[in-house]
């Protein structure tokens, strides 16, 4: 008995043995492939199992280069399954990867695409994300490896509030460079819109501040652009009395890592990259902090979904737009009869509604629905039972 023919009887078997395991329950058994037994065969190892992540742009790139990469993806697959598995195994493989790639999907306007495939199981995702190559040969898949497979991108914003103007910077490891400089709307220019019975000389202070509080404003309207333009962590530059006051009005604290005190009013732009070498060096807590600080902006407009039932809930009815995860975390749980009712599994285990990992299955809903995943490390969404997710409304 060849090793195909011998897969494709155990696999009919499984399915007949689970039919009847169901029917011995007095459950009905559904005529299409659902999303539990889905499930199932993703939770069974089977060797070999093919994940190849790649960018995938064809609005970006000649069709000619995408398909010169999937081959050369492919080569290297072929290579290990060559090296490590069964010939008749590595040509039933080699085949249906074959077959999915003459067949994608060249007018879709996603950035990557996440192809799996084993000997009972293929699936093609195609994602808004960013993501380096990585190709994986072994005995089981894994979606998180998408997400381990995103680009970072380090990039931050800076604001500089000065006395009488104010900058707007975008950094990363090589460039620092002003995106806006506000001198042309500096804070003498909100004088006149000052009330005629303070511009006395006895009340000059207060006119001052009232002077300093439209401009303030101002910046604020034009940073909301900003921030809306580029989603990045951002650090306000200034004097300790200036940011105090920023602080008081703005409407915009949860986007902001860090308060930066001090007179920067004529530092040159090295000067301004020196000082903030201490607060991106260790880009994994920039990056945390402001995964925090949406979270908390997410809660405040009651947009926040906490703990694992009421994320299943949320991204099993397509709501969610970003997923935070401690990277440990996992979540073995049992599924009711629909798919967006679950509950935590207690041993023993019913083998056939068991889902391996339930936090997989959320990842993947959430990417292929467009959403965005971020990893951060134990114990930093304690409060928020380990996983979180944002839903959408802006």
Known sequence: MSIIKFINDTYHCFLQFHHLNLLSKKLVMPTKLTPEIRQVIKAVHYLPSVSIIMPFEPKMSLKKDLLLSLKLALNKVEEELLKNYPADMGVLVMHKLQSITSDLNFNTHKKSIAIYVSPVFQKVLYLDLLVQEK????????????????LQTYKYLVLLLCGKSSRIYVGNLQTFVRIISDTSTASFAYENDTPEGIAIFDKINNCKEIVEEN????????????????????????????????KKLTKHTKAVNEFINGNFEEATTDVLKNVLVPFIKDWKKVMEKKVINKLEEAASKKKLAIGMKEVWDTATNYKGQLLVVESNYMYAAGQGGIEDII???????????????????????????GGDVEFVDKGVLQNYQHIALVKYYR
Not at 135 to 150: P, Q
Not at 215 to 243: C, R, S
């Open 135 to 150: 190709i994986k040969v072994d005995d089981s898949f894994d979606i998180r490896e998408l997400v381990y497979s995103k």
């Open 343 to 369: 509950y935590t599994a207690t041993q023993p285990y019913n083998k056939f509604s068991y889902v391996k990992d339930a936090v997989d299955d959320i990842i993947e809903k959430i990417l292929e629905n």
């Open 215 to 246: 401009f303030l404003h101002h910046i604020d309207n034009t940073l909301g652009i900003i921030l809306n333009a580029y989603n990045l962590p951002l650090f306000v530059m200034g004097t300790e009395k200036i940011t105090a006051h920023f």
